[in-house]
């Protein structure tokens, strides 16, 4: 059923009132105003201009062309739009139930809150799930259920650059693009495949199923037009909520780093997929943030909000990093994290489990070494202990392995394998 | 038509020949697995093989299963049947059981599990060798949770390992005392 004000889908033409919201939502992102005679809902000053011209051209919309989505509006039940949206809405119940979903209530809250601040007349639509799958992406439904996967979470180094990946995904669903992309699907293959694509979502363990990887990537893959609208409405959204603007760009440059370091070149990090950072993107990302803060809205990180947030997940989605083993990569991200100032007791751990696993030559000095940094960091985890202890053992220095067992079950008393570790203390006694 | 249907039962059973396929293990006998363990079950069990590992269930191996996993050599991976084997940790027989346990927790996330929690690492007797079990706890993706007993035991440079795991909701108890005897009950060949 539409919502008052909005008819079946298909029929919509031209400017709905939303078509406005959208523009009013650009004039107050940018400061500035929109030429009436723009036809696009354009979010950023300048982004469209009329003949197309411009830094950044975009076309008018088509006759026909959905207009944009009304806060609460469901789409009309003789619609195929209601067809897609029930879809989504069973696999949404699958999200709810999924093994691998963060169940944490206060991430939970905050993520839903992020989403609130950048567009608050939706607030209510949209509904976030944050996913256990160790790469980097985030999805949004036509129905407003928005999943973000971990690896995303891992990479990001504040809520400015969490909220670009949000505010470019509320993009597309304010546009309507996912709907266009599942009708593409469901009109060019069948129902199934659509259905297959739909649960994708949900996301792939360390293994990596490529089938399902690639599922996941076709979903969400929008023709150049959409991503760079959906860009100009993440940055507008960002910077009408308070962010820096700048941060969409300089994520997009950490995780290119990160993927040219990675040891196997077809590894996706699905974001990649479906958003192909090309130069010019990242151009225009650059130019309309400067444009932005040059307007006077330069914006705030909320760094240390995000990371307190993070903390408690941080080893565990660092473990689904290192369980993936491309440590190329994972090197790369974590120097990345290190830059943004991640607590040092967890990064130094972080560190030492890579090279331990990775085991080339000198890689065990190198993991013992940074165990022995970790420690000297008081946010360090207990498991840092753990891990010196077993590799000081492995060099025959007995006392002090015997010294770092005692200081991790100081620290975890109730260890999973306390009593195993104090029977081997036991056995090794001379 | 009815002489296509005979002439097609030949090819059927052809076909049927490469299905997999469950055996009988009866109770109260002893059972011999892999040739390399030798245990005594009480209960009647189902067993399936497939590319060398073998599981037993009762109730269906989507709800409970026993896995034998025997024989595994330094720098081969643990096939523990739970989903995709390719690129898995590897053993080293330098390993603690410390090490053994985060190796089983590392191949189950690769396994596409989540929520892997382990806990009760102690010292146990394995057959005649020393060695070790533990608890462990996870969800599949779909959200099925399940909870696992892990035995097993370090010999020569071999490693030798036993995984039973079973729903949350029901059968990991019910069948628990039944796995413990089995368990208990191992000889290493």
């Known amino acids: ?430 | 038509m009815k002489r296509a249907i005979v002439r097609l039962i030949p090819v059927l059973l052809l076909m049927m020949s490469g299905c997999s396929y469950f055996t009988l293990v009866e109770s109260g006998t002893s059972q011999t697995v892999g040739e390399v363990f030798r245990v005594q079950p009480r209960l009647a069990w189902s067993m399936h093989e497939d590319h060398g590992v073998v599981f037993w269930t009762i109730d269906g191996p989507a709800l409970h299963r026993l896995t034998f996993v025997p024989a595994v050599d330094s720098g081969e991976g643990l096939d523990l049947g739970f989903g995709p084997t390719r690129d898995l940790p590897a053993f080293a027989d330098t390993m603690t059981p410390l090490e053994i346990m985060d190796l089983v927790e590392a191949t189950l996330a690769r396994s596409d599990c989540h929520g892997i929690e382990k806990s009760d690492l102690k010292p146990a007797r394995f057959g005649t060798l020393e060695g070790f079990r533990f608890q462990m706890a996870f969800a599949t993706r779909s959200g099925l949770r399940y909870r696992g007993l892990v035995a097993g035991a370090v010999q020569g440079r071999r490693l030798h390992l036993v995984l039973y795991a079973g729903s949350d909701l029901y059968h990991y108890e019910r069948y628990l005392p039944e796995v413990t005897a089995i368990i208990d009950s191992m000889e290493i060949l």
């Open chain 1, 1 to 430: 059923m539409a919502a008052p004000g909005g008819g079946p889908a298909r029929q919509q033409r031209g400017w709905s009132w939303t078509g406005w919201l959208a523009l009013a939502l650009v004039a107050l992102a940018a400061g500035g105003c929109v030429s009436s005679q723009a036809r696009y809902a354009a979010p950023v000053e300048g982004m469209a201009q009329p003949g197309g011209q411009g830094p950044w051209p975009l076309p008018a919309v088509a006759p026909g062309e959905l207009a944009s989505l009304q806060p609460g509006q469901r789409p009309a039940l003789a619609t195929d739009e209601a067809g897609i949206w029930m879809v989504m809405d069973r696999t949404e119940e699958e999200y709810k139930e999924a093994g691998n979903r963060i169940t944490d209530p206060e991430l939970a809250a905050y993520l839903q809150e992020v989403v609130c601040r950048l567009t608050p007349e939706y607030c209510a639509d949209i509904r976030v799930y944050a996913l256990r799958v160790p790469y980097f992406n985030a999805t949004m439904a036509p129905n407003g259920a928005l999943v973000v996967w971990s690896g995303l979470l891992l990479r990001v180094h504040n809520e400015a650059q969490l909220a670009s990946v949000l505010g470019h995904e509320i993009g597309h669903y304010l546009r309507r693009h996912a709907l266009e992309r599942m009708r593409d699907v469901v009109n060019t293959t069948n129902v199934l495949a659509f259905v297959r694509l739909a649960a994708a979502a949900a996301g792939v363990g360390v293994a990596g199923d490529l089938a399902t990887l690639a599922a996941a990537g076709g979903l969400s893959a929008y023709s150049r037009d959409q991503e760079r609208e959906a860009d100009g409405y993440g940055l507008a959204l960002m910077a009408r909520a308070g962010y820096d603007p700048r941060q969409a760009a300089a994520l997009w440059r950490q995780v290119i780093a990160e993927k040219d370091a990675g040891e196997d070149k077809t590894f996706s990090l699905m974001l990649f997929d479906s958003h192909p950072p090309s130069e010019e993107r990242l151009a225009a990302l650059d130019e309309l943030a400067g444009r932005l803060v040059a307007g006077g809205r330069e914006g705030s990180l909320e760094q240390e909000r995000y990371q307190a947030i993070l903390a408690p997940h941080w080893l565990d989605l660092l473990q689904d990093e290192l369980h993936l083993r491309q440590f190329g990569r994972t090197e790369v991200l974590l120097s990345s994290l290190a830059q943004a100032g991640t607590d040092p007791g967890r990064l130094r751990f972080g560190a030492g489990e890579l090279h331990r696993l990775r085991n080339q030559a000198g890689d065990r000095a190198l993991a013992l070494a940074a165990y022995t940094e970790a420690i000297a960091a008081p946010t360090h985890p207990a498991e840092a202990h753990r891990a010196q202890a077993l590799l000081l053992r492995e060099r025959g220095e007995a006392a002090q392995a015997r010294e770092a067992f005692h200081s991790y079950l100081a620290e975890r008393p109730a260890a999973p394998d306390r009593e195993m570790i104090l029977h081997m203390l036991t056995q090794e006694t001379p």
